[in-house]
């Protein structure tokens, strides 16, 4: 019982680990990496349409500004190597 206890606790204390991690590493690099160019920003945004239940002109409104958007946004932000 005791030792399944320090073994949750290790468990709980690697996970929080994981998560702070993630919110000042993985996402900040994360973003970058998938809108690299224009067209592939365009290619994420397409597919996302394409997936989503939007009509004709929702569709093409997010995948032109959402392209242009995330692509400005990813521009000034550190690339993984």
Do not use: C
């Amino acid at each position: 019982m005791v030792q399944a206890r320090s073994t949750q606790a290790a468990g709980s204390r690697r996970g929080l680990a994981l998560g702070r991690w993630v919110d000042t590493r993985f996402v900040h690099v994360l973003t970058p990496n998938i809108y690299r160019t224009p067209s592939e920003a365009f290619q994420t945004f397409d597919y996302i349409s394409k997936v989503g239940n939007f009509g004709f002109f929702d569709r093409e409104l997010a995948r032109w500004s959402g392209a242009v958007i995330m692509v400005r946004h990813a521009a000034p932000l550190p690339r993984l190597a």
